[in-house]
């Protein structure tokens, strides 16, 4: 590891990025989960929904089985698969062993993340290309915006996975302190189900919820017909959360195994 402080940056982010994709790609378990289950869940829900009116959100079972998926993705590949590659480098004393070097705290953390974003992104435009080529959806209104949208949310998810590392004591743990923003956004942050189906009061306060922002922005890239100041909303809501997991990381990340 002391070997990447005589390189420049861009170059120790690509050998971190390597070290951590080679790690990512022996473990079967790890890759299995940010690869397939985000697939599956999509034929799932999709089959779930059959029988739901989405018409008056002006979405199809189809398109919402492929935004959940997209939603799945970052939620799987990358917030739970992170938030383990964290748990797993600190204990192993990686993090620590990297910090001793000229390799800056941003790297460290931006190295680690890099394959699941990466990975992220290439099962976006998959689920995407395939929503359009299999299940017959029509091709994204607002291209642009659902980039954005997936990109915002892999940033998101990126600082929300190191700032649950700090609660995190175990690889093992991971599996729990990784399931309640799971749940809650399967539910409430209209990954599979727009929150315009929602009574009001309910839709105003997952409006709130991490992941809604991202959901907002992702459906309305795809659908379009969404008004300027909701998806300046979901925007300053992404981003704020995003502000709020930086000041987390900041204050509580653990670069040392508890002793």
Known sequence: MSSLTHFPARTRLTALGR?????LVRNRTALFVAVFVPVLMVGGIRGSLQNADLGKAGTTVAEAAVIGG????LLM???A????????????????????????????????ALPAAVLALAQCGLMTAGGIAVLGVSAPARPA????GTVLGVVLLTAVAAATSAVTRTVESAQLTTMPLLLVSIVGSGLFVPLSLLPDRIASLCELLPL?????????GWTGGVEPRELVGAALTTVAWIVLSVFAVQRWFRWEPRR
Not at 19 to 23: C, D, G, I, K
């Open 19 to 23: 070290a951590e994709l080679t790690l």
């Open 145 to 148: 915006l659902l980039l954005a």
């Open 77 to 79: 590949v990358v917030h």
């Open 212 to 220: 809604t922002g991202v959901m907002t922005l992702v459906r309305a």
């Open 81 to 112: 698969n992170l938030v383990s590659a964290f748990v797993a480098r600190r204990e192993a004393l990686v993090l620590k062993r990297l910090r001793t070097g000229e390799v800056t705290d941003i790297e460290i953390l931006t190295g680690i």
């Open 70 to 73: 997209i939603g799945m993705a």
